[in-house]
Structures are given as structure tokens and as C-alpha cells.
């Protein structure tokens, strides 16, 4: 009774293009409701990428700043052992030091036994815990140091009542500047400052000490002319022998009780250590993203439910249940993947000005932009299975029921 | 205005617009409802029908079925010859895009899409390439007379122009019958006219339109009136020898 057609093809097809674009006309057509539901996921993505690309530049910075301060120092000391307090290296020790055909410069630093204060009128006990110490004259050479301002000692100055004084030092006594005349009080007397030192990643001690020459000390303060501490340059591929036989070089009779320790080193393991609050934000950033994917899977739900007249109506003009839940899933996708953009976009952007602003090379690590663009399709296709089967599901003759 | 009823189809070669025979439509429930109870009709091509009913007379479960947007419980629909029963979802959902063209009572727009964008959502599921969807539509509209509205939006047009947009949409695959759920149904006397005038002039030109409808007036205005009532086909002014089971 009916007459059976030739089998033309009937089959319902949507253009792959076609898939795009039908998901594409949700979001445009509520553009609000689009940017605050990408917003969520922009806000974990950007913390992410932030995250990392602030960590890694400033870990960069550090590198970079061990790299120029050399990682070949090593700083021998005396007084790990028994009674360490007091105790100090031979005499010439420096001088047995420099014999090593490993080390290619060594200075030395004396303790003095005086306090320093910015005149006379300070009481006695207020030394803001500054350190008085003598060094050679190649102290600044041996450590990579720079001056802020003035020069270090040399031959001459350091037989005199001269002082250079460390970074932290120089903040507590007041001194900000060398261009006039400057004072500081050590024992009983004045002594002229005549330079002021950058930091010293190497030896942070030296930030808070006033330095003045060996033979000033000897001469003004009786200083114990056996060395406290030596720093010396190694050759580079020479630097765990070196370090073996420093002890016994420097104190033949207690190698015990000299201990050799490499700076760098310290540094470098900070530089490796992830930072605790680097692993918050981090974690921080991971939940505003999942919290982000939830809300695009809300919106999505919400969506469904608001629409029900759109998915009736495409099922009436020839979608299938599978070009329904297309549909959304591209919806969900698209509505991450803006977040993904804007995301990362944000976290470039404030890792460019606050490594800027702090003169950090730049870097943002690949796996970060990627990582999180990627991590966006995935919680937006994960977050809109469930809203799209519902979709698929609703029966046509429902979904036109108003 | 009526176009001379083609032969009556002995149920060999010619093949009608739609076809139903012997529809059952039940839905589960103890005991089962029979919204539709042994429903046969025949709507050539060039015809232009309305179907009459009170609410819950089976009008509704008529139209879902007619329009293939429900299975029947038992018996034939064939559209433009095609027996859908055998096929899968992914063939009556290519029917429906091919064949079918609907309009509804609630217009059914897509808001923040042009009158052409929606109206080209009529070409979307039998993947017509965007140019071709494009130009046919501005033809389609310009059919309906809203060839100045392109580019606008629905709510920028009012519910006259919405319906007549509407239909365009239902029109632009040219399909085998246009099925109008009560399409005047949210309109003001003044656009109901226009749209039903609208409507004639299609069918003048040769398109095979079913309008499902509550109003008597309306339906008396058209060439052809099936009464539904309790599921099944209680008049059909074309008389008995238009339709296969007969009014009961």
C-alpha cells in the first residue's frame, strides 16, 4: 500500500563546520552568561600559569645570580669541633691555603674583639648586633663583592682608622650615602667610612659587619692575628678534592675542627626547593579550577533546562540525539576553552609585570600555557557530558511542550 | 481556492505527502491510554488540510506522529512514501530535515540569530553548504514577504513577522508537507489574518500544508477539515473515499 522509495539517502548529517557553529550560538547569543561562566576557569587557569611562571622566573633570577657569584667558593672555618666558640685557624693558615695549587685566590677575616656605633652618645649594650671584623685586602676579589658606593681597602688604608661597612650594616648605622665625610664609633675612636659594600649572597655574615684592615686591627685594637675564616676560589673541576684536603692545609694539628662548607651550595638548594607558597597557590589554583569546571557544568545544566524549546526544535528540523549532545559538548568546550584564553592570557600577563617590576628575566614554562590549555578543553568536555546526554535524552515531543 | 483533490489512491504507486494506516498510539499506564486508536488518512501532495480538535481529543499525539517526532505504537506513517517504521532514528531525523517543515505555535526562534540564520536552520541537518543555506533563505523570506527584515533579529520583529519567519524556515528545504501546530495561536486577529492569507498563498503555489488547529473558524476557512475526536477520525470533509480506515 505505500510505495518504498529507491534508498536515496535520508540519513540526518551536520557539517563538521557545522558542529562549531551550532555550539558556537548558545554562548554568542548570551555573550553575559558566557564571560562569567569562562570567568571560573580563567581565574584557576591564570593562578596556575601565574604560579609557575612567577617561580620559575624568579628560581631563573637566582640561577642566574649564583651563576654570576661563582659556585666555586668555599669558606673554611674554624670551631666545628670541641669548644668551637673561641676557637681560630693557625696563624698561617691563609698562607698554607693559597699553596694549593687548586686554589687560585683565598682572603682572610679576622675576628676583632670591639663594637661599632654611630658616635659616642650610643650606650654601650646597643650594638645592633654588628660584627667588627679585619680582612685582607683582596676580600672583595676573593668574593665576587661589589661597592655601593666609596672604595674597599688597600695597601694604605688598611693600616689606618678605616672602615668599610656591609649592606645591613650600613642601614643600621644610618649610613646612606659617602658623599660627605662619614664617622662610625669602633672602641674608643672614630674611624673614617670610606666604603660601602652590596650584599653578599656568599657570605651573609659580611652584610651585617664593619670591616677594617688587618693591620689597623692589630695596631688600634689588638686584634688575635690567627684568621677566623678564609674564603677561597677552587678551579672549577677541582672542588670536591679541594675541599677533602682544605682541613688539614689550613690547621694541620686540629683538621677536626675546620669545616669547609661551599655556599653556592645553599643557595642552590633554595633555588630547587619548591617554595611552600608556590605549592599553595598552586593547589589554590587547581581548586578555583575545578570550581570554575563546575560552574560551566551549572550553566550548562541550566542551559538545558532553559532550552528545552531550542533542542525540540532542532530534533523537529532533523538533529539526532548524537548532533544534540554535540551541541553542547561544544558548548561546554568553547565556554573553557575563552576561559582557558583569558586564563592564561591573565597569568602571562601578570608574570610579565611582576617579573618586570622585580628585574627577573621573564618565563613563562611551556608546559604551564599548554598544560593549562589543555586542562581547560578537559574540564569543559568533562563538565558538559553530563548536561549534554541530558539534552540528548529529552524526547522531542517533551522538549516542544511548553 | 481549493486545488482539485488528486485520484484516490488505490494504495499502489502514488505516492501521498503523508500516509498514515492504522496508527495506534498508547502510552504506558494501567490500564495503557489509546490516545490514538486505528487512524489511517491520506493528505496528497498540492493539499492543504486542517486537523480539528478539542484539547485532548489526540490532536497533539496526531501531530507528534504525523510529524515523526513519535513513534506509533503499531501501524504505517509513510511520508512522501517513506515508511518510517523500519527506519533507524538517524533516517527519521533525515526525514524530518528533508520532508517535514514545522511550525510551531511559540515560533521557536533562536534569539541572537538573524531572521536568515534562523530560517537557514531549516538547511542545517541535511548539511547544506553555508552559501547555498544562506541564499536560499533570503529566497524563503522574500517568499514570505519579509525580504526588508534579513538581518534582524527576533526580537526585533513583531509576532506576525516572527511567524512569517517561522514558516519560511518550515518552507526552506521545500519538504513534502509543512505541519502548523495552532500557528496563529499567539498572534492578534490582525496577524492571524495575515499569517492564514500567508498560508493560502503557499498553498495556491503548490505547498502541501497540514494546520492543526482548535478554531472552528479557521478551520472552516481551509479546503479540507479531519475531525479528531477520542483518538480517533470522527469527519473528514473530503468524504469517505479520501481515507483508508474511515471515521468510525
Same mark, same amino acid.
Given at each position: 500500500?505505500?510505495?518504498?522509495?529507491?534508498?536515496?539517502?535520508?540519513?540526518?548529517?551536520?557539517?563538521?563546520?557545522?558542529?562549531?557553529?551550532?555550539?558556537?550560538?548558545?554562548?554568542?547569543?548570551?555573550?553575559?552568561?558566557?564571560?562569567?561562566?569562562?570567568?571560573? +576557569?580563567? =581565574? $584557576?587557569?591564570?593562578?596556575?600559569?601565574?604560579?609557575?611562571? @612567577?617561580? #620559575?622566573?624568579?628560581?631563573? %633570577?637566582? *640561577? &642566574?645570580?649564583?651563576?654570576?657569584?661563582?659556585?666555586?667558593?668555599?669558606?673554611?672555618?674554624?670551631?666545628?669541633?670541641?669548644?668551637?666558640?673561641?676557637?681560630?685557624?693557625?696563624?698561617?693558615?691563609?698562607?698554607?691555603?693559597?699553596?694549593?695549587?687548586?686554589?687560585?685566590?683565598?682572603?682572610?677575616?679576622?675576628?676583632?674583639?670591639?663594637?661599632?656605633?654611630?658616635?659616642?652618645?650610643?650606650?654601650?649594650?646597643?650594638?645592633?648586633?654588628?660584627?667588627?671584623?679585619?680582612?685582607?685586602?683582596?676580600?672583595?676579589?676573593?668574593?665576587?663583592?661589589?661597592?655601593?658606593?666609596?672604595?674597599?681597602?688597600?695597601?694604605?688604608?688598611?693600616?689606618?682608622?678605616?672602615?668599610?661597612?656591609?649592606?645591613?650594616?650600613?642601614?643600621?648605622?644610618?649610613?646612606?650615602?659617602?658623599?660627605?665625610?662619614?664617622? +662610625?664609633? =669602633? $672602641?674608643?675612636?672614630?674611624?673614617?667610612?670610606?666604603?660601602? @659594600?652590596? #650584599?653578599?649572597?656568599?657570605? %651573609?655574615? *659580611? &652584610?651585617?659587619?664593619?670591616?677594617?684592615?688587618?693591620?689597623?686591627?692589630?695596631?688600634?685594637?689588638?686584634?688575635?692575628?690567627?684568621?677566623?675564616?678564609?674564603?677561597?676560589?677552587?678551579?672549577?673541576?677541582?672542588?670536591?678534592?679541594?675541599?677533602?684536603?682544605?682541613?688539614?692545609?689550613?690547621?694541620?694539628?686540629?683538621?677536626?675542627?675546620?669545616?669547609?662548607?661551599?655556599?653556592?651550595?645553599?643557595?642552590?638548594?633554595?633555588?630547587?626547593?619548591?617554595?611552600?607558597?608556590?605549592?599553595?597557590?598552586?593547589?589554590?589554583?587547581?581548586?578555583?579550577?575545578?570550581?570554575?569546571?563546575?560552574?560551566?557544568?551549572?550553566?550548562?545544566?541550566?542551559?538545558?533546562?532553559?532550552?528545552?524549546?531550542?533542542?525540540?526544535?532542532?530534533?523537529?528540523?532533523?538533529?539526532?540525539?548524537?548532533?544534540?549532545?554535540?551541541?553542547?559538548?561544544?558548548?561546554?568546550?568553547?565556554?573553557?576553552?575563552?576561559?582557558?584564553?583569558?586564563?592564561?592570557?591573565?597569568?602571562?600577563?601578570?608574570?610579565?609585570?611582576?617579573?618586570?617590576?622585580?628585574?627577573?628575566?621573564?618565563?613563562?614554562?611551556?608546559?604551564?600555557?599548554?598544560?593549562?590549555?589543555?586542562?581547560?578543553?578537559?574540564?569543559?568536555?568533562?563538565?558538559?557530558?553530563?548536561?549534554?546526554?541530558?539534552?540528548?535524552?529529552?524526547?522531542?515531543?517533551?522538549?516542544?511542550?511548553? | 481556492?481549493?486545488?482539485?483533490?488528486?485520484?484516490?489512491?488505490?494504495?499502489?504507486?502514488?505516492?501521498?505527502?503523508?500516509?498514515?494506516?492504522?496508527?495506534?498510539?498508547?502510552?504506558?499506564?494501567?490500564?495503557?491510554?489509546?490516545?490514538?486508536?486505528?487512524?489511517?488518512?491520506?493528505?496528497?501532495?498540492?493539499?492543504?488540510?486542517?486537523?480539528?480538535?478539542?484539547?485532548?481529543?489526540?490532536?497533539?499525539?496526531?501531530?507528534?506522529?504525523?510529524?515523526?517526532?513519535?513513534?506509533?505504537?503499531?501501524?504505517?506513517?509513510?511520508?512522501?512514501?517513506?515508511?518510517?517504521?523500519?527506519?533507524?532514528?538517524?533516517?527519521?531525523?533525515?526525514?524530518?530535515?528533508?520532508?517535514?517543515?514545522?511550525?510551531?505555535?511559540?515560533?521557536?526562534?533562536?534569539?541572537?540569530?538573524?531572521?536568515?540564520?534562523?530560517?537557514?536552520?531549516?538547511?542545517?541537518?541535511?548539511?547544506?553548504?553555508?552559501?547555498?543555506?544562506?541564499?536560499?533563505?533570503?529566497?524563503?523570506?522574500?517568499?514570505?514577504?519579509?525580504?526588508?527584515?534579513?538581518?534582524?533579529?527576533?526580537?526585533?520583529?513583531?509576532?506576525?513577522?516572527?511567524?512569517?519567519?517561522?514558516?519560511?524556515?518550515?518552507?526552506?528545504?521545500?519538504?513534502?508537507?509543512?505541519?502548523?501546530?495552532?500557528?496563529?495561536?499567539?498572534?492578534?486577529?490582525?496577524?492571524?489574518?495575515?499569517?492564514?492569507?500567508?498560508?493560502?498563498?503557499?498553498?495556491?503555489?503548490?505547498?502541501?500544508?497540514?494546520?492543526?488547529?482548535?478554531?472552528?473558524?479557521?478551520?472552516?476557512?481551509?479546503?479540507?477539515?479531519?475531525?479528531?475526536?477520542?483518538?480517533?477520525?470522527?469527519?473528514?470533509?473530503?468524504?469517505?473515499?479520501?481515507?483508508?480506515?474511515?471515521?468510525?
Amino acid at each position: 500500500m505505500t510505495a518504498t522509495r529507491a534508498a536515496a539517502p535520508i540519513t540526518s548529517r551536520l557539517r563538521t563546520a557545522d558542529i562549531f557553529r551550532v555550539g558556537a550560538s548558545g554562548p554568542r547569543a548570551r555573550k553575559t552568561r558566557t564571560a562569567l561562566s569562562a570567568l571560573g +576557569v580563567s =581565574i $584557576g587557569i591564570a593562578a596556575l600559569v601565574g604560579v609557575l611562571g @612567577l617561580s #620559575e622566573s624568579s628560581k631563573s %633570577a637566582l *640561577l &642566574d645570580e649564583i651563576a654570576s657569584l661563582g659556585t666555586n667558593l668555599l669558606t673554611i672555618e674554624a670551631g666545628a669541633g670541641f669548644g668551637g666558640g673561641d676557637s681560630a685557624l693557625p696563624e698561617d693558615a691563609l698562607a698554607t691555603v693559597e699553596r694549593v695549587p687548586t686554589v687560585t685566590d683565598a682572603s682572610a677575616v679576622w675576628a676583632v674583639d670591639a663594637n661599632v656605633y654611630r658616635n659616642e652618645f650610643i650606650p654601650e649594650g646597643e650594638t645592633g648586633s654588628i660584627q667588627v671584623v679585619a680582612s685582607d685586602e683582596g676580600l672583595l676579589d676573593t668574593l665576587n663583592g661589589e661597592l655601593a658606593d666609596g672604595v674597599f681597602l688597600d695597601m694604605g688604608t688598611s693600616s689606618y682608622p678605616n672602615a668599610v661597612v656591609g649592606s645591613v650594616a650600613a642601614e643600621r648605622l644610618g649610613i646612606d650615602g659617602l658623599d660627605r665625610p662619614t664617622y +662610625v664609633f =669602633i $672602641g674608643d675612636d672614630y674611624v673614617e667610612v670610606i666604603g660601602v @659594600l652590596e #650584599e653578599f649572597p656568599l657570605a %651573609a655574615d *659580611l &652584610d651585617r659587619a664593619v670591616i677594617i684592615g688587618k693591620e689597623a686591627a692589630v695596631k688600634f685594637y689588638d686584634a688575635d692575628e690567627r684568621p677566623a675564616v678564609l674564603y677561597s676560589r677552587v678551579v672549577d673541576g677541582s672542588i670536591d678534592e679541594t675541599r677533602d684536603i682544605l682541613p688539614a692545609t689550613a690547621d694541620p694539628e686540629n683538621p677536626e675542627e675546620v669545616s669547609v662548607s661551599r655556599p653556592s651550595d645553599a643557595l642552590e638548594a633554595q633555588a630547587a626547593a619548591d617554595d611552600a607558597l608556590t605549592t599553595l597557590f598552586l593547589g589554590l589554583g587547581a581548586v578555583a579550577l575545578l570550581v570554575g569546571g563546575i560552574g560551566i557544568a551549572n550553566v550548562m545544566v541550566i542551559a538545558v533546562i532553559e532550552r528545552r524549546g531550542e533542542i525540540g526544535l532542532r530534533r523537529a528540523l532533523g538533529a539526532t540525539r548524537a548532533h544534540i549532545r554535540r551541541q553542547f559538548l561544544t558548548e561546554a568546550v568553547i565556554l573553557s576553552v575563552l576561559g582557558g584564553i583569558g586564563g592564561v592570557a591573565i597569568g602571562v600577563t601578570a608574570t610579565y609585570v611582576y617579573a618586570t617590576s622585580q628585574d627577573w628575566r621573564v618565563i613563562v614554562p611551556q608546559e604551564a600555557a599548554i598544560g593549562g590549555f589543555i586542562g581547560a578543553i578537559a574540564i569543559g568536555a568533562i563538565a558538559g557530558l553530563y548536561p549534554a546526554s541530558r539534552a540528548a535524552r529529552l524526547a522531542p515531543t517533551e522538549a516542544l511542550r511548553t | 481556492m481549493r486545488q482539485p483533490s488528486p485520484a484516490p489512491s488505490a494504495g499502489l504507486s502514488t505516492s501521498a505527502a503523508l500516509e498514515l494506516h492504522s496508527v495506534v498510539k498508547e502510552y504506558p499506564g494501567e490500564p495503557p491510554v489509546r490516545a490514538l486508536d486505528d487512524v489511517s488518512l491520506r493528505i496528497d501532495h498540492g493539499e492543504l488540510v486542517a486537523v480539528i480538535g478539542p484539547s485532548g481529543s489526540g490532536k497533539s499525539t496526531l501531530l507528534n506522529v504525523m510529524g515523526t517526532l513519535d513513534r506509533p505504537t503499531s501501524g504505517v506513517v509513510a511520508v512522501d512514501g517513506i515508511d518510517t517504521a523500519t527506519r533507524s532514528e538517524k533516517e527519521v531525523a533525515g526525514v524530518r530535515a528533508r520532508k517535514i517543515g514545522f511550525v510551531f505555535q511559540q515560533f521557536f526562534l533562536l534569539p541572537g540569530m538573524s531572521a536568515v540564520e534562523n530560517v537557514s536552520n531549516g538547511l542545517l541537518y541535511q548539511a547544506v553548504p553555508p552559501k547555498e543555506r544562506r541564499r536560499r533563505s533570503i529566497e524563503a523570506l522574500k517568499r514570505v514577504g519579509l525580504g526588508h527584515r534579513l538581518d534582524h533579529p527576533p526580537n526585533h520583529l513583531s509576532g506576525g513577522e516572527r511567524q512569517r519567519v517561522a514558516v519560511a524556515r518550515a518552507l526552506v528545504h521545500r519538504p513534502a508537507f509543512v505541519l502548523a501546530d495552532e500557528p496563529t495561536g499567539n498572534l492578534d486577529s490582525k496577524s492571524t489574518d495575515a499569517v492564514m492569507n500567508l498560508i493560502s498563498d503557499l498553498h495556491r503555489e503548490g505547498t502541501t500544508i497540514v494546520v492543526i488547529t482548535h478554531d472552528a473558524a479557521i478551520a472552516a476557512s481551509l479546503p479540507r477539515q479531519l475531525a479528531v475526536h477520542d483518538g480517533t477520525i470522527v469527519a473528514d470533509s473530503a468524504g469517505d473515499g479520501r481515507q483508508e480506515g474511515g471515521p468510525r
